[in-house]
Each structure stands twice: as C-alpha cells, then as structure tokens.
C-alpha cells in the first residue's frame, strides 16, 4: 500500500495521463487506476470525484454529460488543451523528481531479501 | 427483499439537503454506484452484497464530504458576467417576494383589511367620479360645442342689472329673425317637444318624445345620423327621423327607412315617411328625443301656433343658435339687444320707467348660453358636484390613510427580519428596496382590486343615481394618469416607514427586541379622527335627508292623492272625454269618481297669469277644473261653495280661489277683506267673474315652494289636459280594468296610459332622492372603511400590548376591564370626530333644508343617532379585538415572543 500523501501528490498526474489517452468517465478512470496499480493505490472512490472537479475548475478538464450504451446518464471527462499543457508540465516535474531519486537510489531495493 | 433502487434512492435523500454535494455531484455518484455494482453482480454477486460492499469502496461519508467541500469553496472565482449578476439579483427579489407572499399570508386579515379597504374606497371614489365627470361633460360631445347656444331672453330687475336667469321660451319669429338680422348666426335651430303617441300601420301606438326641430338640428348638433341624409332629412315637412332605439321598437324587422309612421298630432293620426336614424341622444345631452320632425310641419297642424306665428308675445319654443366659425357671444351681443329693442320696446319703457333707468340704459336683450354650460348653469346644481368629489377625496383620502398606517404598523412588527438581514449582510439601499417594493406591490394590488370594483358594481351604480354611465370612462387618460399619482404617492409614503426608519436600525438592537416602537401615535390619533369626523358627518346628513324625503312623502298636503290615477289628455278634447269616462264609469262600483284638471298636482313653478299693478307683481295659478273637482280631492271650503253644474252662471262668472290668494291681496293691497261676491282686482282676463268660494290651501306645488294663490274656474282658461281618476283601494286591479275599458270605448285611437298621482308627485323629489341615495351610500362605505381602519389598529395596538395584557390579567384584572381599557383609547377618537362632525353636519343640513318650504326641525335626535351609530359601530369593532386579547390565556400571552 503506497501512503496516503504521496498518492494525493500521484492522483493529478495519473488522472490527467488517463484522461490523455482517451475521453472517459469516474467509473473507468477509477477502474483503470485500480487495474494499473494492482491494488496498491488504494483510495475510496468518492474522494477520486473531487479530484476531477478540481481539475475542472481550473480549465484542464472539460466534462459533458452523456447516455451510456446501458442508457444511463453518465459524465464524461476529456482533457483540454490547456490540460495536455498541464500533463507535460507534471511529466516534467515528476522526472526531475524520479532522477533525483535514482541518483541517490542506484539499486532498487531487493523486496525479496527482506 | 433488498430492492436495489430503493437502496440507492434513500442513499440519495440522505445526501440531498447536504449543501457539499449538487445534484450533478449526486447524479456523478450514482452513476458511478450503479456501475461497480453492475460489475459485481458479473462476477455472481447478490444486490445486497453489491451494494454494501460499493459504499465501502466510496469510503466514508465525512471523508467524501471534506473533499467535495475543499472543491467547492476553493472553486476559482469565475469572471463576474452580466448575466450572472442579474441572476443573483433575480434570485433576491424572487426571495423578496416570497418573503412578502409569506408576510401577508401569516397576517391574513390584516392583508384583507390593508388592501380590501384601499380597494373599497377607490372604488367608491372612482364611481363618484365618474358621476361628476359626466355632470361636467354634459353636451360635449357635439363636435361644434363652442359654437352652439341657447338663447334666453333677460330683462333688468329692481337693481339695474340684467337678470341672468331669463326666459328660454321664445316666439316662433325669432328663430327666422336671428338667421336674417344677426351677422355671424350661420343656423337658428327651434326645439319644441313632447310626448306623442306613434305607430306603425295599424300595431299599437306607442308613446314617443317627438321633437319639432329646424332642419339644420342634424348638421349643426353632434347627434350621429346613421342613416339617410343628414342635410336633407327633415326638408320636407312629412319627413320624420327616429332615433335607433325607436326605429327598433316601430320596426321590429322592417327596414324604416321610406316607410310610414303615423304620428298623433291635434286630434287624429298624421303620416310622416321616415328619412333618417338618428343615434340615441347620450344620457349626458341636455337635448332629448325619440323622434325628430320638421318644424314646418308644426304649425300645419295648431291653428294656435299658425295663428301667432308673427306674434312675438306668444313664447312658446326653445331657441339654438350656431355662430359661424369665429364668431363669438360678445360679437354678437349688439345685434341681439336691437333685436330685442326692436320687438319688445314696450317692454324696455315700462322696465326703464319703473326702475328709472335712463334710456341708454340695456334694460331687456337676448343672451346666448354655450351649450356645455347649459346643464350646469340651468339645471343641474354645480355645489352638488363639488360636495361629491368633496365626498369622493374625502372617502379615497380616508381609505389611503388606513392603509398607510396598516402598513407602517404591520411592517413595524418586522424589526426582527431586517436585523437578521442586516446581520448576514443586507445594506440599507437593499432593505429600502424591498420594503418599498412590497408597499408599490401592495398598492398597485389594492389599486387593481378596486379597479375591478368599480367595474363590478357600475350597474348598481347606475340603477341607484338613475345614469347610463359607461365603465370606460375610467380608462380616460385623466382617471389613468390620477391613478398613477395615487399609486405612486401612496406605495412611497406606506413605504417609507420601514424602509427610511427600520432600514436604519442597528441589528443588534432589533434583534435583541430592546427597541421601542411607539411610530407616529399623533398622526395616526389625528387621522383617526378625521376619518370618524367624515363618517358622522355623512351618517348625520343620511339621516337628515331621509327624515325630510319622510316627510314629503306623509305630509298632509291638504287633498286626498292616494288611489288617483292620471291620464294625459294633451292635444285631445280633455273636457268631452272626462264627461263620457263619468258616464260609462258611473255604474262601476270599484271607480269612486272621475274628474279633470288642466293642471297636474305636485308640480314646481307657476302656471297661469302674471300682472303687476301698482309697483306690486301677482302670481295667480290658473286651474281649469270639473265642477267636482273639490269633492274629489277631498278639498274643504273655508267660506263660500263650489261650482253648481245646475247654475249657468257658474260655467263662465264664477271663480273659486284659495286662501294663499286672499292672504296676497290683503297684505298687499288691503283688498279682498270679504272676498265672496267680489272680482279678483286688477285681473283683466277674469273681470266680472266673481269669487263663489274660498278652499283651504293644498300643496298642489313641490314642497319647495309655499302654497301659491292660486285660482279655479269651469271656464276654459286653460287647457284640461289631465284626467283624474279615483279608484277603490280595496280593488285596485278590477277599478284599473274597468277605467282601462272604458278608456278604449271612449277614445279608441290612443292606448290607455296612466300614473299614479302619488308616484308622479314624488317623481319631483327624484333629483333629491338620487342625492340623498349617493350620501347614504357614501356614507356607508365611508363608515365602512373607517371600521375597518379602526379594527386594524386596534389588532396592531392589542398585539402589541399582549404582554401588557397578560400581566394585568394575571394579576387580577377583569376581561371587561381590560377591555375597556383598550378600547377606551380608541373611543375618545371617536367622540373627537363626533365633535367636529355635528356643528359641520348641523350648518351644512340646514342650508340644504332651507331649499323646502316645508321641511323639518332639525333636533338633537338625529345627530345623537349618528353620533350613538358611529360610537357603538367603533365600540363593538374594538372591543372585539380588545375582548378576543383579554380572554387569551396569560400563560399563551406572557410566552409570546
């Protein structure tokens, strides 16, 4: 289980490279979350949902709703452009941060011998 | 059985009212809820399981909240559009309003009172306004109005000057002499009518109000024609124009227009073809018809008036004049006095020799009158129309100030709300907003209400002053332009307490209720007088008014009028019919007798003769009479005896006077001390008829003149021109039938048509009558909306005194003590008013009373019933208020907050 901080710190970036490869709706950004992190970015769905509104309060997202295949109602997201400028940006940041660690790190840590 | 949508919908209620979540958020949600579960189920799980095992993974509530909360309150501020802030500003007046609707919705009968009693009073002020408008647009709506007159003809009196009143009766010859003498007359119109039986073939006549006009009456008067020629339609002598509503009744479904009408002229039928509809005269048009004749045809049919055509004494017919475009009266003014000079000289020399004029002196000459002064002027009372608007001001006034001060007492109660609005941010400009708001909502409510009033009871209105009024004069621009005003000036001052004064207040003091409203106490205890100063006043003057239309109905008049019925013999051989009517009816038990007159009774002014002798005017009456005319009204003689069918000398010597006339001579002249045997002095026409009896004075006059000399002859002097005839009160329906009978055998060719003499008699009062019916009306709603005022403010005063009340009561005080002493406030008010009112009331009923010769004493009781009626009416209105406060349980009382 990753800690709590530091997938509230993830969460931005991961939604805005979901929402990159395609329009989507909570449920499936929720899901897809779940499927790539095999469990351990764990995080009670309700509190996702905010997230996107935040995200589109400040333009990066833009949500319509819809009817799914089932007929039901359903919000889809899509990133804007201003959105995609976001996940650059965040892309960045998070590589400069990962070659931080990897200069201090240079091994990664054996699981396996613990 | 678990059912999923339940589940989720009661999941949804208990998110509903959570202000960190929208719909769209909650819609978000269970779209999102119904997706996992949907999966779940997939992979074989049940609903239940699904459904818990979903709430789990949307973690806890708080949680869930806190988030959706950060989201919501850090939102970036968006750019402020127009759009947006008109919507917040529609979001607040809609709670304005709601705030409003809810105010007047708890204090529903307060809500009723404040608008009700705005309403009721405007209404009853635009009704007596249109009452007057009408007085004031009499004959205005002739296109030419400022060029049309009438004439009269004026003489000086003892002072010198023209007597403005003057004759409109004029000789045949003046009207072709204005055309031909007077530059600037463009037509002289004659204008002569009665009432004429007419008929269609041989239908039933009908009675008609014909008229004799000159042929220019239709182009020159503003009277529509709706069809024929209005420029030649009276050419020809046996033309005959009728009026829409009399070609409807003569023609049901034939087509008038070259079809004849026989009119009963003199004597027989005379056929004149129709050439013309005319619209009907409007109710506000001094000129009345029903049918319009040439007036050439007029003398072809009265030898009287062939013979005296040139004859500039006999004055006979009412005289219009148009003046060309330009032309006014002064222009005109020289030519008419030569005129006069030259057909009247004697006149001016006798007039100047009396008064001692000098002869350059104007001592006689024709007037012109405009048309739309007329009604006004002559035969309408002007003051009657001020005193009405005074009334109607009056009534709007008191229903404005109940309402202003129902509202500033209502919106006192509510210092509450504009702290608490205050406290979350309201500034003053808003609270003044909407206050003013709500009072302009309420007024133009009120305004709206009584509008449709007005509109609802216009023709009970009519049926009670006897008008034809329509609803859309109050639509004019005038009525729309006084309402706004009213609107305006009434809404800003209701207004203008709460939102000038509460508006001011600092919310910690409204809120913690230590602030005292004692408002404008003055004002209202002044206003409050003037309303019940107005209310007794008009109650007293009902009243007065009343007591004396009483009094001219059961007067002793001095002859017997009841169970007499009247027939007009005008133009037939009124003496010969009477004869054959006595004898065919003799053997009718249910007819108790027949005779005739040329005068009716109960009617105002003089008819008869006027001689001066010795600087010294007489009026003599003139009756043509049966011989038993004095035994049929019930007269009794003072000395003398009646007329004796069995005497030949009776038929042409022999006179009968009353005692007015006897008294006349004796005071002015000393003569006539025994009048039995003597001639009546200084009269040419009755010289050498001498006075057989002297009868006791009757009131064959109005009320409003004192019992006139008066004279009574079987000679032929006058005209008999009315048929009397007395029925048994017992069998009033047999008698009528028998009399109806025998009419028909006696003159076939006119229906039989008849009045009672007491209702003809009272028909003089009707002027009266209409009057004394708008005041009390007026009075009645006057008092109305004072009551109403009254119990307004006694509700706001006991609400507020409530604590007061408990605390009294607690302590001991009795229900009809706390009563009293609520309602005494009110009731000095009350006698306040009553003490203005009655001097006013006493000073103003007795100028009206002075028009009666016999009228009634104005005693105490009747202002001491007014005044007891409007102190027990305000009595009982606020002691009911007062008693419903005092009977309230204390414990309720002393809780309330």
């Known amino acids: 289980m990753l800690p709590k901080v530091l997938v509230a710190a993830a969460v931005r970036p991961i939604m805005l490279a979901i929402l990159a490869q395609g329009e989507s709706y909570g449920y499936q950004i929720i899901q897809r979350i779940h499927d790539l992190s095999d469990g351990k970015l764990a995080w009670s769905d309700g509190t996702l949902y905010p997230v996107l509104h935040r995200l589109e309060g400040e333009g990066l997202v833009r949500s319509t709703w819809r009817m799914s295949e089932a007929g039901r109602k359903r919000k889809y997201y899509r990133l804007t452009h201003a959105g995609q400028a976001a996940l650059a940006q965040e892309q960045a940041h998070w590589f400069d941060m990962h070659a931080i660690l990897l200069k201090l790190w240079p091994t990664p840590p054996q699981l396996a011998l613990t | ?897």
Not at chain 2, 841 to 854: H, P, S
């Open chain 2, 1 to 897: 059985m678990f059912n999923l949508d339940h589940a989720l919908a009661a999941w949804r209620r208990s998110l509903r009212f959570n202000r960190a979540f929208s719909r769209d958020d909650l819609d978000e949600l269970e779209a999102h809820l119904r997706d996992y579960i949907e999966a779940l189920q997939d992979e074989g799980h049940d609903d239940e399981a699904a459904f818990r095992h979903d709430l789990d993974r949307l973690g806890l509530r708080h949680d869930m909240e806190t988030e959706y909360r950060k989201v919501r309150w850090t939102r970036p501020k968006r750019h402020q559009t127009l759009f947006n802030t008109l919507h917040w500003h529609a979001v607040m007046i809609k709670n304005y309003f709601k705030i409003a609707l809810r105010t007047l919705y708890k204090e529903k009968s307060y809500a009723f009172i404040n608008i009700f009693g705005l309403a009721v009073g405007l209404a009853v002020c635009l009704l007596l306004f249109l009452f007057v408008r009408n007085e004031w647009t009499y004959d205005q709506f002739h296109p030419k109005v400022d060029q049309l007159y009438r004439i009269h003809a004026v003489s000086v009196d003892e002072s010198g000057q023209l007597n403005e009143s003057g004759n409109t009766a004029h000789p045949l010859a003046l009207a072709p002499a204005l055309e031909a003498e007077v530059p600037g007359v463009e037509a002289a119109i004659r204008v002569r009518g009665f009432d004429y039986y007419m008929r269609h073939e041989q239908a039933e006549a009908i009675s008609v109000r014909g008229t004799f006009v000159d042929p220019a009456f239709t182009t020159q008067f503003g009277f529509a024609m709706q069809a024929g020629d209005a420029a030649s339609a009276l050419e020809d002598p046996l033309n005959i124009v009728l009026s829409a509503s009399t070609a409807d009744k003569l023609f049901a479904n034939t087509d008038p227009l070259g079809n004849q009408v026989s009119v009963h002229l003199n004597g027989s039928y005379v056929d004149f073809t129709v050439t013309g509809i005319i619209a009907d005269p409007p109710g506000n048009s001094t000129i009345q018809f029903e049918a319009l004749m040439p007036f050439a045809a007029y003398p072809m049919h009265y030898p009287d008036m062939q013979r005296n055509a040139d004859n500039w004494n006999y004055s006979v017919v009412l005289t219009y004049v148009a003046l060309r475009a330009g032309v006014t009266n002064a222009d005109v003014a020289p030519a008419l006095a030569d005129l006069y000079a030259k057909h009247y000289e004697s006149r001016l020399n006798y007039a100047r020799e009396e008064y001692n004029l000098g002869p350059d002196v104007v001592a006689g000459s024709f007037l012109l009158r405009n048309m739309a002064d007329i009604h006004l002027v002559e035969t309408s009372n002007p003051t009657y129309s001020y005193i009405l608007l005074g009334i109607a001001l009056g009534i709007l006034v008191i229903a404005c100030i109940n309402f202003m001060t129902l509202t500033i007492g209502r919106s006192a109660r509510r210092a509450m709300e504009v702290g608490v609005r205050k406290a979350i941010g309201a500034h003053r400009g808003q609270l003044m907003a909407q206050f003013w708001g709500e009072a302009f909502m309420l007024t133009a409510l009120a305004l709206l209400l009584g509008l449709g009033l007005a509109v609802a009871s216009l023709p009970v209105f009519n049926a009670v002053t006897d008008e034809d009024l329509a609803w859309t004069g109050l639509f004019a621009p005038a009525v729309v332009m006084a309402l706004l005003g009213l609107f305006v000036s009434t809404g800003f001052i209701a207004g203008s307490y709460p939102a000038l004064l509460l508006s001011r207040f600092r919310p910690i003091e409204t809120l913690s209720n230590r602030l005292r409203l004692s408002g404008a106490n003055r004002l209202t205890k002044g206003l409050v007088i003037i309303q019940f100063a107005l209310s007794v006043f008009l109650m007293v003057s009902t009243l007065v008014m009343g007591a004396q239309m009483r009094h001219t109905q059961t007067m002793n008049l001095g002859f017997d009028k009841d169970h007499v019925v009247v027939i007009e013999a005008f133009g037939m051989d009124g003496r010969g019919i009477v004869q054959k009517l006595e004898q065919t009816l003799a053997s009718e038990p249910d007819v108790l007798g027949v005779t005739a007159s040329g005068n009716s009774l109960g009617w105002s002014g003089s008819i008869g003769t006027n001689f001066s002798h010795n600087d010294k005017n007489y009026t003599i009456n003139i009756f043509t009479v049966e011989a038993n005319y004095f035994d049929f009204f019930d007269i009794p003689f003072v000395e003398g005896r009646g007329f004796d069918v069995l005497r030949s000398a009776d038929s042409t010597g022999a006179l009968v006077v009353n005692e007015a006339l006897v008294r006349d001579f004796q005071e002015k002249d000393g003569l006539l001390a025994n009048p039995i045997g003597e001639e009546i002095p200084h009269h040419r026409r009755t010289a050498g008829a001498q006075i057989i009896g002297v009868v006791e004075d009757f009131h064959f006059n109005v009320l409003y003149q004192e019992v006139a000399p008066a004279m009574f002859a079987l000679q032929n002097y006058w005209g008999v021109n009315y048929v009397f005839v007395r029925l048994n009160p017992m069998a009033v329906p047999d008698a009528l039938a028998a009399t109806e009978a025998a009419w028909a055998a006696v003159v076939p060719d006119i229906p039989f048509q008849y009045q009672f003499l007491d209702d003809t008699m009272q028909r003089v009062y009707a002027n009266d009558q209409q009057w004394s019916a708008i005041v009390r009306y007026a009075s009645f709603f006057a008092i109305f909306i004072a009551c109403l005022g009254l119990l307004g403010l006694a509700t706001l005063t006991t609400a507020r005194r409530t604590k007061e009340l408990g605390i009294r009561k607690v302590l001991g005080a009795s229900v009809p003590r706390l009563v009293g002493l609520v309602a005494r406030d009110f009731l000095w008010l009350v006698v306040a008013g009553i003490v203005v009112a009655v001097p006013v009331g006493f000073v103003v009923m007795q100028r009206w009373l002075e028009d009666f010769a016999y009228r009634i004493e104005l005693g105490p009781l009747l202002f001491l019933i007014g005044a007891v009626l409007a102190l027990g009416l305000a009595a009982s209105v606020v002691s009911l208020q007062a008693y419903r406060a005092a009977r309230a349980n204390p414990v309720e009382s002393l809780r309330y907050e």
